[in-house]
């Protein structure tokens, strides 16, 4: 937990010379923000529910799977990543 809150002192900083920067869109990004949770917030999964069967591409392969393949093989592990930064 206390990594957490050096997370939440560390965002702040970073807010506020944004807001200092920038504040028209700061307040843009934050309503976005806003409107993105109540759009999601709920709608996850709790912890150890079953995840719904689902098609990605494989990046690694270069070709479509699915959850219920995978599972197939034993347990799976979905990870999410931006692309180059």
């Given amino acids: 937990m206390a990594d957490d809150r050096l997370l939440d002192d ?3 900083v970073i807010r506020d010379g ?3 920067r920038a504040p028209q869109l700061l307040e843009t990004v934050e309503a976005a923000i806003e409107e993105i949770e109540a759009a999601t917030i709920g709608t996850a999964l ?3 529910a079953q995840a719904p069967a689902f098609r ?3 990046v690694t ?3 479509e799977a699915s ?3 995978a599972l197939a093989r034993g ?3 979905v990870s999410f990543y931006r ?3």
């Fill in 46 to 48: 709790d912890v150890g």
């Fill in 75 to 77: 347990p799976a592990v």
């Fill in 18 to 20: 944004f807001a200092a």
């Fill in 61 to 63: 392969h270069d070709r």
């Fill in 10 to 12: 560390e965002l702040k």
């Fill in 67 to 69: 959850l219920s393949e």
């Fill in 83 to 85: 692309g180059e930064w």
């Fill in 56 to 58: 990605l591409h494989d």
